[in-house]
């Protein structure tokens, strides 16, 4: 009896010391990765002062990096994203994560705990000069991890140059662990700390209490979660469609104004269109949650967003010259060919149990699918 409650007392004080331990316990994870520069995301257990230290290259010591504004060094926090620039294209580099625990802060005297400081991990800048791109993409996760690692294992990831996750990949940003649990933490085991994701918003990451949050930890250049990057001959448009229902349905409690985004993109994306940068590109992709293409009954709250973008995007693109559509967000594979609905580029919409594998070089896009179950779901050339 007395051996059992000296176990249950030693188990209890392992728990607590465990669920006190200082530690990274997301990330490190890379983003926003360039020619020059990647910035480096992760969290610590309890508040900290963080950085992160690099060498490489022309760097024999290692240099440190910290966010810093306005004079100050961001501290006594727990969500980190570092950028670390002025790197060299296609070049190696080595970094770690060093943390000093803040165990109090007052006015006059800061106390510093225990620190860390991991393990060296490998990443390599892009190269401007690589005219391919390689992606693989998944989409519609739906806090599902497990799915995740085996999606990610079809593929070999060494042998691309980052993942995509087309949206949705967590149901509800309501809990701070949703998006680690959900892909997050799956991707650092796997790649992220070595290789870059991009994480483009669905419409369930954009509810919950905390989906404001969503910005501070994935990688959003340029404070926008729509982009376009250029990787050698390919432009790849990224697009925020917003909530699938109509922005007055009482669910969205008059807190979303998703109609005007919409048009926001379509501006923004005119301008960019006229950049010789745009222009030069042989390979246009659009990646966007919802698909531009009603898949379903028309008159269903559901379908309000599709039938926006099919009405406003679907001319634009034809007028851009889009070579391929991306989507997912349906759960359902269905490839709406090119002129199908007047759409003069095909649209893709992947499914929530399907990987898929998109190459693009000079000498077109080509897309293989396959199943968490081993089945081949489309390989085909696109362009
Ligand atoms: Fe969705």
């Known amino acids: 009896m007395k051996k059992t409650l000296f176990g249950i007392i030693a188990l209890l004080f392992c728990t607590l010391a465990s669920a006190q331990e200082f530690k990274i316990n997301h990330g490190p994870y890379l983003q926003n990765m360039g020619s020059d520069e990647v910035t480096v995301y992760f969290t610590t257990s309890k508040e900290a002062f963080s950085w992160v230290e690099v060498t490489g290259d022309k760097w024999t010591k ?89 999606l990610l294992g079809k593929f070999p990831l060494t042998n691309v140059d980052m993942v995509v996750y087309l949206g949705d990949m967590i149901s509800y940003y309501e809990k701070e662990e949703a998006p680690y649990y959900g892909y ?6 796997i790649f992220a700390k070595n290789k870059p994701f991009i994480s483009i ?11 404001r949050n969503y910005m501070n930890i994935i990688g959003c250049p340029n404070d926008r979660f729509y982009n376009i990057a250029y990787f050698g001959c390919t432009a790849l448009i990224m697009l925020d469609p917003g909530e699938d229902k109509p922005d007055t349905q009482p669910v969205y409690a008059g807190m979303n104004s998703y109609d005007g985004y919409r048009m926001e993109q379509i501006e923004w ?22 698909p531009p293409i009603v898949t379903d009954d028309p008159n269903i709250p559901e379908e309000y967003t599709a039938t926006e973008l099919e009405k406003h995007f679907k001319p634009l693109f034809n ?19 090119k002129g199908e609905r007047g759409n003069n580029y095909p649209i893709i919409t992947n499914d929530n149990e399907d990987v898929m594998l998109v190459n693009s070089n000079k000498d077109g896009i080509s897309i293989k699918i396959i199943s968490e179950k081993d089945k081949v779901i489309l390989d085909r050339k696109f362009k």
Do not use: C
């Open 184 to 189: 997050i933490d799956p991707s650092v085991e």
């Open 319 to 337: 007028e851009l010259g889009i070579d391929i559509v991306i989507s997912g967000h349906t759960h359902r594979h269905i490839v709406a060919e």
């Open 201 to 211: 918003r669905g419409n369930h990451e954009m509810r919950g209490k905390l989906t």
């Open 62 to 150: 290692p240099q440190r990096f910290a966010t810093m504004f306005a004079g100050q060094y961001n501290a006594y926090n727990k969500e980190n994203r570092v950028q670390i620039t002025g790197l060299r294209p296609g070049t190696k580099y080595r970094y770690r994560l060093v943390s000093k625990e803040i165990t109090e802060y007052r006015p006059y005297k800061v106390t510093y705990g225990d620190s860390i400081a991991t393990a060296w991990e490998e990443f390599t800048t892009f190269n401007p000069k690589q005219q391919s791109l390689s992606f693989v993409l998944m989409n519609d996760g739906h806090d599902k991890p497990q799915k995740v690692k085996n």
């Open 269 to 290: 994306l005119k301008k960019e269109a006229k950049s010789k940068q745009f222009k030069a590109a042989k390979n246009k992709i659009v990646l966007m949650h919802i």
